[in-house]
């Protein structure tokens, strides 16, 4: 009898493997009996009381019968396929929901583990964290605090109500949002909230708004849903009311710092958006991803705040004020779909994990995260103030660029250019150690201006202005500068 | 002018609060000239830099303009609607999705926050974690030791690679499985499981296939979705191959332990279930939620380990072996839906926490999770002897004990007696303080046996010993003692 072991693992696993695999295959049969346990172990050159025990084991499986010792025999395991019977894999794979096939085909390359920018001297990638030591002592701290009461069972599905408390008192002051505790969802990230609104407010074929240009994760989620998405203009005072559409069940906005533009929202289009929701029937989420970044004077009212009539699902994310490994963020639903969220958490993944919440409700309580978030503001400002200067100082007229004045990243629009000229120049700059990312993938439509996503998050001013100044020599290496 | 403020957080942002409603409820009308600071601080009792504070956020806001000082004006911000116009919320709510309303249907009392047992002198509830000092303090360790390397950036959506690896070393030597690290898929538990296979293995009105009885939160979230929800029967050696429907999409399967019965798979059994599977392009989900424990000689092998045509989704749950607020489990994918389930995995939530799952990499390669599984088995079994003892001495002969000599539950059936006999008895032995469950929600048809799921890993031994002589109390007081 020929036994093939594979080398992986205790030898022990590896001979039952390589047992079964042969009765399986009926190279041994139905009824013919093993070889003794000492002259297998002597063929294969291992201990006969491993021999003995994966005839054990075997038998305790059911793949033989008999007694160890007196001899065992294989058991007749019914109608068992020959490998030369065995069909390719190909004509076994059975076909993929609907909803695999769109998620396949939206997702491309967005699922290479990890990103690829090892090989990057310097990486203007938005939605790096900004890496800073005493935010990471510090929660440190925080987390070895909430170890000490490690909780056992499942957690509140709908999340910590201290986080939950933390975050009303926070969004009251912050984001003049008057939340109670029972309206708010804590979930696994900004992420998770357009997955759960999918699930919880589309049918497949209705139509979302999405502003152009946008986040591209949203986009995907809802075309992964079956949903028609549809995009509605966006000016230099965000989206345009005018632009939307007769009906559309939700629309995705970002009124404090429109993704990527910076646009704010002026108050009038805030309460246009509301009386277009509302006269639809139709629901707004504001992804309010980093409104709390607004470096001259304090960060501007949430449009949540406006909401008396119940249309507006706010999504709040720590990705940027803190870093994306948390995987935690929350909604503030209105009363008429808190029942319906919560469900939709609980048979998704019965709630959040419960350590990283209660290190951040006692970093919110303890005044640690405010702390953090004025130094983050600051290192923020100086980032920006370093990239805007380096741009100018670079880049020439280059790029019209969009100071909001807030937020991670800056806009950049090639004055004269065309989408293939600004690739060609991300293409370049990758190769001279430079990460730039190109406006062009959240937008809607190849016929939006062409430009640069420039984030200032990941690197300290000083790699900022030599990064900027790597972006003027390739301006120049690629006939762009102006 | 009447301002109402409403005493939540700080003056500043009660009365900014109090502003904006007035003037959208129209009762500042736009072009009025809002109150002096001095005298609207006077009539308050707030301080006069309070109101300037409010005033100058408002007119950033665009909700006033002019000139703080010189006197500022209501905004003119569109048509809005004065309060006696305001249509009822009633009125303004859209409908919900499909999956909503079915999520909704599905879930009714399963979304109470936290278990209510805190007035339970005992609870045989099932799927209680084993309490065990020793697994606290040396998961504590583990945290910390993980926390001195926090990861700032999104993890891998697959999940930690050093993690994968380990749970690919496990599978091989406990489980017989022989998978690698591409193939595997950390997930939020298993839960999530359950709604990434509903996703991504099947459409709207697809037949789903459960053992009768089963684990509920599987029904449920196939329900939600939509899917037609079979049962197929299960005697003493668990699922019966020839009770399994011609066509269905997928089937979970419990084969190591089913749930609850307790019963185990033979092999003869697999093979046929495997085949049912390859024959109709079915797919098999494995859910291996217990299969770790069992108390006479070696776990068996899973069913994932003879499955050589790739039709079996098997899950790893954390839930049982360590603790369900860790919300970690995983998938082992065959070959042809790894990439979609990692789709549906980055569209949902961008990976599983990161921090938890370097803390178990470490503790798995160290040596003390299976440590830890040796103590937690020995535990197991000394509370699974105390509950047998109890029942024979307690119970007489009113119920068939179902003994796997595996797993954190016994099955209890009620020899003579209806499901509202066990119901009552449940009821009575609640009011008594003894948390007692019943089977009938696990399964399919009300014609199913009457009987109890009896947890035993949330009690010490002398408290499982107390709780079943108050059970044997129980049948007495409500006439079920045979």
């Known amino acids: ?253 970002t009124p404090s710092h429109q993704f990527p533009t910076g646009a704010l929202l002026p108050l009038a289009r805030r309460v246009e958006l509301l009386e277009w929701a509302t006269a639809r029937k139709s629901w707004l989420i504001e992804d309010d991803y980093d409104g709390e970044f607004r470096f001259g004077g304090r960060p501007l009212a949430a449009l949540k705040s406006l909401d008396h009539d119940g249309r507006v699902v706010y999504i709040g994310s720590y990705s940027k004020t803190l870093f994306p490994a948390l995987r935690l963020g929350y909604m503030v639903l209105p009363e008429s779909l808190g029942e319906a969220f919560r469900a939709a958490k609980w048979l998704e993944d019965r709630g959040s994990n419960t350590l990283e919440q209660a290190a951040l409700a006692h970093f919110m309580s303890s005044g640690g995260f405010e702390r953090h978030l004025r130094r983050a503001a600051q290192s923020l400002s100086a980032r920006r103030t370093a990239m805007l200067a380096g741009l100018r100082k670079h880049t020439g007229n280059a790029f019209e660029i969009v100071d909001s004045n807030a937020g991670m990243h800056l806009t950049a629009w090639l004055r004269s250019g065309s989408h293939a000229d600004c690739e060609r120049l991300a293409v370049h700059a990758r190769e001279r150690g430079l990460g730039l990312y190109t406006v062009a993938p959240y937008s809607f439509r190849t016929s939006a201006r062409p430009g640069l996503l420039l984030g200032y998050a990941g690197l300290p001013p000083a790699d900022i202005e030599a990064a900027v100044r790597l972006l003027g020599r390739c301006l120049l290496e690629t006939n762009l500068s102006a």
């Open 1 to 253: 009898m020929y036994i093939d072991l594979d080398g992986q693992g205790p030898r022990y696993a590896q001979l039952i493997r390589a047992l079964k695999a042969a009765i399986l295959d009926s190279r041994l049969s139905a009824g013919s009996r093993v070889p003794a346990s000492r002259s297998l172990a002597n063929e294969l050159g291992v201990s006969r009381n491993t021999v003995m025990a994966a005839y054990d084991q075997l038998q305790a499986e059911g793949f033989l019968l008999g007694r160890v010792g007196s001899g065992s025999y294989v058991a007749d395991i019914g109608n068992r396929r020959t490998s030369a019977q065995q069909p390719t894999n190909e004509a076994l794979v059975a076909p993929l929901s609907a909803f695999a096939r769109r998620a396949l085909a939206v997702s491309d390359g967005a699922l290479i583990p990890g990103r690829q920018h090892s090989d990057l001297r310097y990486n203007l990638q938005y939605g790096l964290p900004l890496t800073n030591p005493a935010l990471i002592s510090a929660w440190r701290r925080e987390l070895n605090r909430a170890s000490e009461r490690v909780e056992l069972d499942y957690p509140d599905v709908q999340g910590l109500l201290a986080l939950r408390e933390q975050i009303c008192d926070y969004l009251a002051r912050r984001r003049g949002v008057n939340a109670s505790p029972e309206n708010v969802l804590v979930i696994s990230g900004t992420q998770q909230a357009f997955a759960l609104a999918s699930r919880v407010l589309l049918d497949d074929g209705d139509t979302v708004v999405l502003e152009d240009p946008h986040y591209r994760g949203a986009r995907q989620i809802f075309s992964a849903y079956g949903a028609r998405v549809r995009g509605v203009r966006v000016d230099d005072e965000g989206l345009v009311p005018s632009a939307l559409p007769n009906r559309a069940r939700l629309a995705v906005v």
